[in-house]
């Protein structure tokens, strides 16, 4: 029990780590309750939605002092996401844990191959400026219901949200979705507590451990290529979703689903590094 709770601590110092640094360490927080630490997935999910959203809450204040946070698109994109969140953790409470696992593995693999690949247009340059409000309260709504049922603060979705599709640096989407993350998060737990308990004792370890990781995260996010970020994070998606496909699908159909996800993900990489004519290819700064 001792070398678990001492296992669970370390990688939570690291979890806090990727979310200072990438945005998006919801993603690996279920995880880490469910196989770690031995969570029940609904009690992991629920769990990792207030580690994930006090972690975020606590980065985004050093964020902030950078200037890396869009305050009006977080605070958009947040309150909206907060009702689909809260009726997202009410939905899952009602659905198996199986079911909500392979979803989110699903995800992860999507969003990974997204990131991978960068914006469709490749003449588009970040402009950090503010999104338009429409499409930053629909995409908030989404994201949301997402982040309710599969307890992920939403970094996985909501940085290339708002690194694809708003146009935003990957610093600045990075800063700004900590403030998403954590308004939806406690969303989402909020529906949750109706229907699961948590051990609150195990559950404010992780979180000191993961805020402090959030430190060191912070301070070197605004040192590092954008492109390098862009891509570390969608293989570090890939891998974890992979992960769990091969984790939670029955016999042999996890193994099979998780070599064809990874081998997607190898050939998108390989077509991006080594073909000049890659279709995925788009410029590197984002």
Not at 15 to 22: F, P, T
Not at 191 to 219: C, E, H, I, M, P
Request: net charge positive; glycine share 14%; aromatic share 6%.
């Amino acid at each position: 029990m001792t070398v678990t709770l001492g296992l669970t601590l370390l990688l939570s110092v690291l979890i806090g780590l990727s979310l200072g640094l990438l945005g998006g360490e919801s993603i690996l927080t279920v995880p880490l309750l469910t196989y770690v630490a031995g969570l029940d997935p609904r009690e992991a999910i629920a769990a990792s939605l207030f580690v994930v959203g006090a972690t975020s809450a606590v980065s985004a204040v050093n964020h902030a002092r950078n200037r890396r946070v869009k305050w009006r698109t977080g605070l958009v994109l947040g309150a909206a996401g907060m009702a689909g969140a809260f009726l997202g953790g009410l939905a899952g409470g009602y659905i198996p844990g199986t079911v909500l696992m392979v979803a989110f593995a699903l995800m992860m693999v999507a969003t990974s191959l997204a990131m991978i690949r960068g914006r469709r247009n490749g003449h588009t340059q970040a402009h950090d400026g503010e999104p338009p409000v429409l499409k930053v309260v629909a995409e908030g709504l989404v994201v949301g219901l997402v982040t309710g049922l599969v307890g992920a603060g939403g970094g996985f979705l909501v940085v290339p949200a708002l690194a694809l599709l708003g146009g935003l640096s990957m610093p600045v989407s990075v800063g700004t979705s900590l403030v998403v993350i954590a308004m939806k998060s406690f969303a989402g737990l909020a529906g949750y507590l109706t229907t699961v308990s948590l051990d609150w004792a195990l559950v404010g370890a992780v979180t000191v451990a993961a805020v402090a990781g959030s430190f060191v995260g912070a301070r070197l996010a605004g040192h590092i290529p954008e492109a390098a970020l862009r891509h570390g994070f969608g293989v570090l998606v890939l891998v974890m979703g992979v992960f769990v496909l091969v984790q939670e699908l029955p016999g042999a159909a996890g193994p099979a689903v998780g070599i064809t996800a990874a081998a997607a993900g190898v050939a998108a990489v390989a077509c991006w590094y080594a073909v000049p004519r890659c279709p995925l290819r788009t410029p590197l700064t984002a």
